[in-house]
């Protein structure tokens, strides 16, 4: 395959004309496509595409003098992709950086997911800009308004996908690869542990609003709306007695000495724990070529693997 791409590799000098928007249109197309593939025939792009089959023609052989692609014509079985730079394509095809959403960074499982994020796209020479959001429910109306993928558990993966046709898990993780095993808990004030009344509740977060019903569905409590990141303080305060929480998260360890922490106790949210753990990464199903990052770029035994080390202190977490 081609040598490294340097710093100064600007694949966009001098394609400003008819060409170069060729080049980009069959770039996009083959970022998608696995080596080892066949081709469409030049009409074929032709058509899809608009332009002349000399134009299309002169397209390919542009990306192959770049470098990007490695072609095998194999007579009347038609064209094939031996090799792809997927680096190279990316800055051929104009699409820029590639967007994601994921929750807040409070504790040490999602600083280690957006670190191994980050470092799994730099090691492929793909632009990333994540953004921090906590609610499934908000991060799904990021990916609604152009964000190319969101970061959810698989219990919020799989009900907004059966909900929504048009979009699909791109990555699904074993248990424990979002929250720590029995990091779900219940946080309560310690001098309402045995009068719990007041329980809150985040309806932007799936995970949250299900958990919390199911600890809590044979008990006589109100649920108080409360913005997931404010709970601890809502608590302190008195506004509420307790609410469903993740022990890992950093922001409650200067108030220990006034919160407990108790074991989810219902058999029903102990059962769903296992899937509300368990990592998942959503996008459009006609985002193809994110798609194919996810395919290509991220895998779980790497990403896992980079998590691990930034919660083991092994790595300096950089997002």
Not at 176 to 194: I, K, P, Q
Not at 237 to 248: F, I, Y
Request: aromatic residues 6%; proline residues 4%.
């Amino acid at each position: 395959m081609a040598p490294g791409v340097d710093a100064a590799f600007d694949p966009m000098l001098g394609l400003l004309e008819k060409n170069g928007l060729i080049c980009r249109e069959v770039a996009r197309e083959l970022i998608s496509l696995a080596p080892g593939s066949r081709l469409k025939t030049t009409s074929e792009y032709a058509r899809l595409l608009r332009a002349g089959q000399g134009t299309v023609q002169k397209a390919f052989k542009t990306l192959e003098g770049m470098g990007a692609i490695i072609l095998e014509s194999r007579g009347h079985l038609g064209t094939y992709l031996l090799e792809k730079d997927l680096r190279r394509l990316w800055a051929v095809s104009g699409l820029g950086t590639v967007t994601g959403v994921m929750p807040l960074p409070d504790s040490g499982e999602f600083e280690g997911i957006a670190t191994a994020l980050t470092q799994l796209f730099k090691d492929a020479g793909i632009p990333l800009n994540l953004l921090h959001l906590n609610g499934a429910r908000r991060r799904i109306e990021y990916l609604r308004s152009g964000a190319d993928f969101v970061v959810l558990s698989r219990f919020s993966a799989e009900r907004v996908c059966s909900q929504e046709p048009d979009l699909k898990v791109l990555l699904g993780c074993g248990a424990n690869t979002f929250y720590a095993a029995d990091s779900l808990t219940v946080l309560v004030r310690r001098e309402a542990e045995g009068t719990i009344r007041r329980v809150g509740i985040d309806e932007t977060s799936w995970d949250h609003a299900e958990i919390t019903r199911l600890e809590f569905d044979q008990a006589p409590v109100e649920f108080v709306p409360s913005p997931y990141h404010m709970i601890p303080d809502l608590i302190l305060e008195g506004t509420l007695d307790a609410a469903v929480w993740r022990r890992t998260t950093r922001r409650v360890e200067a108030a220990s000495q006034t919160l407990s922490f108790l074991p989810i106790r219902s058999d029903s949210a102990r059962r769903i724990s296992q899937d509300l753990s368990a990592l998942a990464v959503v996008g459009a199903k006609d985002n193809a070529a994110t798609g194919s990052l996810f395919a290509e770029v991220v895998d779980e035994r790497g990403l896992v693997r980079v998590r691990d080390e930034v919660i083991e202190g092994k790595r300096v977490p950089l997002f």
